[in-house]
């Protein structure tokens, strides 16, 4: 029995074209997959290779990359973003105070390589919450406690202005932040309470007194208002000249009646 060598040679051939081909359309698949890059709306990305970032950034929308892992895309949010920060610090006469901070912020769009090449994606936790805490601190040691109440809006003025000087030379854009929830020692609480307590009654009291005045002036003026003299001088202007037709005890007009 003869095979035909040159036969099963041709079909080896077709095979190997066939996983050739088969191949290569994987790896363009592959190729295809690991190349396209899709950024949200309101986002940035930096394109890294090998870790070194090449300075391109893409902004919305589907973009093409260097395959197989090569280019690596760091996605951004640059719009406006709001972080709250639990805080805690003491005031300038040694009151424990805490708080919720809220800081609304932006990244500068035009740093974005910047900020990742120096800071990372992490940025918040490394930059953001220790300007809160520290900012909110420094902030607290400059006012009695009564004082952060009193001037509450000076307060939260100093402290944007001092979170802005440590965020935005880092490419932080800050835009607000509120200061809400502020919380003393329960002792200092009470305290506060029993003022205004007895503030209240110093008013309560204040507004008797006056109205004890007023009523006694009045009493007085009505007194001097209503004296005999005051009464006879009416009734001679009123007298129309008749005599009365019956007698009364005393006197009008100290003109006796009997």
Known sequence: MQFNTSSVTNTSN????QVGIVLLIIVAVIALLTSIRQVGTGQLAVVTRFGKVTNRELAEGIHLVTPFGIDQVSRYDVKVQKDESEVSAASKDLQDVTGTVALNYRIDASRVSQIHQEIGPKFALKLIEPALQETFKATSAKYSASELITNRSEVK???????KERLEKFGIVVDDLSIVNFKFSTAFAKAI????????NAERSRFNLEAAEIDAKAQQAQALTLSPLYLQKQAIEKWNGT?????????VFNIPLQ
Do not use: C, F
């Open 243 to 251: 005599m009365p037709q019956y007698l009364g005890n005393g006197t």
């Open 157 to 163: 003025s100093e402290a944007l202005k001092g979170v």
């Open 193 to 200: 309470e029993e003022k205004q307590v007895a503030q209240q």
């Open 14 to 17: 077709v095979t190997r074209k």
